[in-house]
């Protein structure tokens, strides 16, 4: 993949995360290497672990922690689109004045739409 991408061939988004996974990888592995080399440091692995969490690769992510990780993210998303949502519901009512009638009518119809579009989304969840 870094053959092709440093002749100017264009990557896949999927290609890209690949090789942006394994160069993490491979900079996470170089101070896992002082574990291996010094003797007995291997006992030390566990309380490493505990504060520095993301130290491993990524081969060794349990699927709870990646399932929590989507989690995370989700929950995150799901804040912000509420935030957007409010703000959108309140725009109308701080700017009735400067808006005139038809627009103030094409807001709120967007608005309506917006909101059904929300309650099929949490209704399939």
């Not at 690769?57 to 989690?71: A, G, I, M, V």
């Not at 909101?115 to 099929?120: G, K, M, R």
Request: glycine share 2%.
């Amino acid at each position: 993949m870094i053959w092709r991408l440093l002749r100017g061939h264009a990557l896949t988004r999927r290609d890209r995360r690949k090789l942006l996974r394994t160069c993490v990888d491979f900079f996470r592995l170089v101070p896992f290497m002082v574990f291996i080399i010094v003797p007995f440091m291997e006992f030390l692995i566990p309380v490493f672990l505990k504060f520095f969490p993301e130290m491993l690769p990524s081969t060794f992510e349990s699927e709870s922690k990646k399932e929590e990780k989507q989690r995370k993210k989700m929950a995150a998303k799901l804040q912000l689109a509420r935030f957007l949502q409010e703000t959108i519901s309140e725009m109308p009512k701080r700017n009735r004045s400067k808006l005139g009638e038809a627009s103030m009518q094409q807001f709120s119809s967007y608005v309506k739409k917006v909101s059904v579009f929300d309650n099929i989304g949490s209704s399939n969840t």
